[in-house]
């Protein structure tokens, strides 16, 4: 789960393309708080600063785009499922044969083994870092250098995707820079990640045009773009400057299954992912519960209820959606800290814990005496869950009802969303008699699965050719083939490798005061040591 932008403007003389990737990363901060980075090209030379942290802290509040000029360029914020947390992954990624590459990734690739071993030992490229986005962006690079020419065209460049699409399986959304070339977005032949691409006129130059790409739609429209389209699964556009978008099939669909997790938790409600509004999708989600409550509650249960709460932020609209149809007072009692991070992409069962205490606070005379229902997105690992219902019972409710916006969670997500081991998971093995015990509720509701799949659906528009979702989490079949030992694999990372950082980047070289990569091609300025050996890296 990151987020990913590009953006190509009409001007060839323009330098301000930092500018819009530095605004369209704040829009899309919701999917990655770890790393943010924007790499540009201005001529065929390539500039790039990318850091730990969020945007605002990464970009010194904008004070550094004035060290990425240039008319086209690539935006990330990363939150990290493969390989670690370390500086050196942070994106765009960059390597310079052929032509001077970046890359941004959103997603996760299920058979990393196989593609590192071919980069190693045929195709005898040099990976820097355990970045699974590293290895995608290698693939495009050896498939456009076998093709041995000195300049590539267009059908070159869709050429060279045919090899990522062979070789890569799992779910990316991806924009790629090709220096002095032009701008490059693909998504994977199922549509699990998401990926748009909008248009504007040129504010510099008459009758020119401005291309941009983005995860989600509200960061093309806040900046001005319109005639939003999605990228169709295994399908892909190409940007070349001056010219109008190219757009390819590359390889044939196998399905459109956007990530049914984009719709509960992970999108803004103010986009439209796949032509499906995710605040018309939320609303369904709600009404959909309400059915599901009376039916487990009966109507006797829904008497003795005081008021719905929604945990802040996610299930807002699916809470006011259900308070209504039920009837009940909608009650906004759990007050979000909006200073602290997402909790269950934190290392510890200690620290989320202690962080859900510090996320959310309870006005308690809305609690004291009274019998409640508490509406979340999720139930992960129930650590939140857990905490907020201990916090309920702290200010004095006398029963508790917790609600889930989706289905049980038993299953590992493996497609860019780092939930837990199954294990790890609540809901894995347990009933929800049993699951109701473990979080402290006296009772636990979950949203059916295909009442999921059908608020999801009904809340799409006439154009939209979605036909299903990736739904694996809740039931454990995934819509792309998951490699042997694939899973396996994926606990050892998150059992702990992910929270190790390189030694290399506790001495921090070839970093500014605020810890951030500031980074160049060009050649006239003495490069320092540092962990990302493509690109000089140099202190403020």
């Not at 310079?96 to 058979?111: D, E, K, R, T, Y």
């Not at 820079?177 to 699990?192: H, K, P, W, Y």
Request: charged share 25%.
């Amino acid at each position: 789960m990151c987020g990913v932008s590009a953006i190509l403007l009409g001007d060839s003389e323009a330098t301000t393309a930092a500018v819009d990737l530095h605004e369209s990363l704040y829009y899309l901060q919701h999917r990655g708080q770890d790393a943010a980075g924007i790499a540009v090209c201005q001529g065929g030379r390539v500039s790039q600063c990318k850091g730990l942290g969020m945007a605002s802290k990464v970009f010194a509040e904008g004070r550094r785009l004035q060290q990425l000029p240039g008319y086209m360029g690539l935006g990330h914020v990363r939150y990290p499922t493969m390989g670690t947390a370390s500086a050196s992954e942070a994106q765009p990624f960059y390597v310079n044969a052929p032509f001077g590459i970046s890359m941004s990734v959103n997603g996760n690739l299920v058979n990393t083994e196989d593609l590192r071993k071919f980069l190693d030992e045929e195709a005898h490229r040099h990976v820097n870092t355990d970045s699974d986005s590293e290895l995608l962006l290698n693939i495009f690079a050896h498939g456009l250098q076998k093709l041995g020419k000195t300049r590539a065209n267009s059908d070159d460049i869709f050429t060279a995707l045919g090899d990522v699409y062979e070789k890569c399986q799992g779910a990316f959304a991806c924009t790629v820079m090709i220096a002095g070339f032009g701008i490059l977005c693909f998504r994977d032949a199922n549509g699990i990640r998401p990926l748009c691409l909008g248009s504007r006129p040129s504010a510099t130059l008459p009758g020119a045009t401005d291309y941009a790409m983005a995860s989600e739609s509200v960061a093309l429209k806040q900046l001005g773009f319109s005639d939003i389209v999605d990228i169709l699964p295994g399908g892909a556009v190409f940007c070349e400057k001056g010219k109008a978008p190219i757009f390819r099939q590359v390889v044939e669909r196998k399905a459109y299954t956007p990530d049914s997790f984009e719709y509960v938790y992970v999108a803004r409600p103010d986009s439209c992912i796949d032509g499906i509004s995710v605040y018309r999708s939320r609303q369904n989600m709600g009404e959909k519960l309400a059915k599901k409550i009376r039916d487990v509650l009966g109507e006797k249960g829904i008497e003795d209820i005081d008021a719905v709460i929604p945990v802040p932020e996610t299930s807002n609209i699916a809470a006011a959606t259900l308070a209504n149809k039920l009837g009940k007072p909608y009650v906004t009692a759990l007050i979000k800290n909006r200073y602290v991070h997402r909790t269950f992409i934190l290392p510890d069962q200690a620290l989320r814990q202690q962080s859900v205490r510090r996320k959310l606070s309870p006005i308690e005379s809305e609690f004291r005496g009274k019998n409640l229902i508490i509406v979340d997105d999720s139930v992960v690992r129930g650590t939140t869950s857990r905490q907020i219902v201990q916090m309920a019972r702290e200010a004095g409710a006398a029963r508790v009802v917790f609600v889930s916006c989706s289905p049980e969670c038993t299953h590992p997500h493996i497609y860019g969303i780092d939930l837990a081991d199954p294990e790890d998971l609540v809901a894995h093995g347990k009933t929800r008699q049993e699951i109701a015990k473990y979080i402290d509720a006296d009772d636990v509701i979950f949203q059916d699965l295909d009442d999921l799949k059908s608020a999801c659906m009904e809340a799409a528009e006439s154009t939209s050719q979605v036909d299903d979702f990736e739904v694996g989490v809740f039931c454990g079949k995934y819509v792309t083939k998951v490699p042997e030992g694939y899973l396996e694999h994926l606990s050892e990372l998150r059992s702990g490798k992910r929270w190790q950082k390189a030694a290399v980047t506790n001495i921090k070289p070839g970093r500014d005061e605020e810890g951030s990569v500031v980074a160049s091609s060009g050649p006239t300025n003495r490069p320092q040591e540092g962990n990302d050996i493509s690109l000089y890296n140099y202190r403020k």
